[in-house]
């Protein structure tokens, strides 16, 4: 848990609370946190889930872990310190947008459980829901994907640290929702978490 160092500081409340921003875009607002190995296709079924989403008329925000690090997390690096502290900034950030009444989609490898649960206390705190989806898949069929071409690089020695190669991932005990990307496309993992916010009553006030 990162520590206070400002002093003299007062959380100030404003008028507006998270009932009225949520009756304003007729939904409600959380965070839907994607997990899973690099190339497991986690961006592209956030990214794909975001336009199901906003086709259907509500407001949705993919925040992208490549994204992030070219702005707000430019300065961290991958080890297991920095990627602590990426989780912890992006934790911090996704409770915003969905206290702000946003369906916010997080893609990031987040390899770590315990970074993963301060993600969830940073949500359970505040009152808000936090939707955690393991994108299955194995390494060999990531390494097989492989756009970026990274695999191949962490495999001749290029990369430190690279999750699935020469750094853990560990996987999620009791996500909500499990996708096989290897089973289903885009398109199908994006239904199945659609489905899922329907359900449980994400998608109206």
């Not at 934790?91 to 969905?98: N, T």
């Not at 996500?175 to 489905?195: T, Y």
Request: charged share 25%; with cysteine; net charge neutral.
């Amino acid at each position: 848990m990162a520590k206070q160092v400002a002093t003299n500081i007062t959380w100030h409340e404003g008028h507006v609370d998270r009932a009225m921003r949520n009756k304003l875009l007729k939904q409600r607002g959380v965070t839907i946190w994607f997990t899973g190995l690099p190339s497991s296709g986690k961006s592209t079924i956030a990214f794909t889930l975001e336009h199901a989403l906003v086709e259907r008329g509500h407001l949705a925000y993919v925040l992208d872990g490549d994204n992030i690090r070219h702005g707000l997390n430019k300065n961290l690096g991958f080890s297991p310190e920095d990627r602590n502290e990426n989780i912890r900034r992006i934790g911090e950030v996704a409770k915003l947008f969905a206290d702000a009444g946003v369906l916010t989609c997080t893609s990031f490898i987040s390899p770590y459980r315990a970074d993963r649960d301060q993600a969830r206390k940073i949500h359970a705190a505040a009152e808000l829901p936090f939707i955690e989806v393991f994108v299955k898949a194995s390494v060999d069929l990531c390494e097989q994907r492989d756009p970026k071409g990274l695999y191949k690089k962490a495999r001749a020695g290029e990369l430190k640290e690279f999750t699935g190669v020469s750094a853990p991932y560990e996987e999620p005990l009791q996500p909500e929702v499990v996708l096989d990307s290897g089973e289903l496309s885009p398109q199908q993992a994006a239904g199945v978490v659609l489905d899922y916010l329907n359900t449980k009553g994400f998608l109206h006030a």
